[in-house]
Nanobody, 123 residues
């Protein structure tokens, strides 16, 4: 079983950048697809980005494509989310997720979750 811990959230202004990190432990990191989801108050959890086992393929929600970049370092058991040109609508709790063979965009397919980190973007 893998444990996930997110760091890097905070309060920023619109147009700023922020980098989230997720450290994994207790599992075989390279065997997991890693993803980021987010949940804003009163809204359902939504897919943000995913990266496949070797990092060879990445997937993004249309709302973040071109602004966010997901990457992973299998040697360090970490996945990151670089967020640029942040908008107030990006405000949410961001969660790191992992599973061996998920449908990338489907939160119900991911068995392992971090506790979340708050990102707030002011206008």
């Amino acid at each position: 079983q893998v444990q996930l811990v997110e760091t890097g959230g905070g309060l920023v202004q619109a147009g700023d950048s922020l980098r989230l990190s997720c450290a994994a432990s207790g599992g075989t990191f390279y065997s997991y697809v890693m993803a980021w989801f987010r949940q804003a108050p009163g809204k359902e959890r939504e897919f943000v980005a995913a990266v496949t086992w070797s990092g060879g393929s990445t997937y993004y929600a249309d709302s973040v494509k071109g602004r966010f970049a997901i990457s992973r370092d299998n040697a360090k058991s970490m996945v990151s989310l670089e967020m640029n040109s942040l908008k107030p609508e990006d405000t949410a709790v961001y969660y790191c997720a992992a599973d061996e063979t998920p449908r990338y965009r489907d939160a119900t397919d991911y068995r392992y979750w971090g506790q979340g980190t708050q990102v707030t973007v002011s206008s």
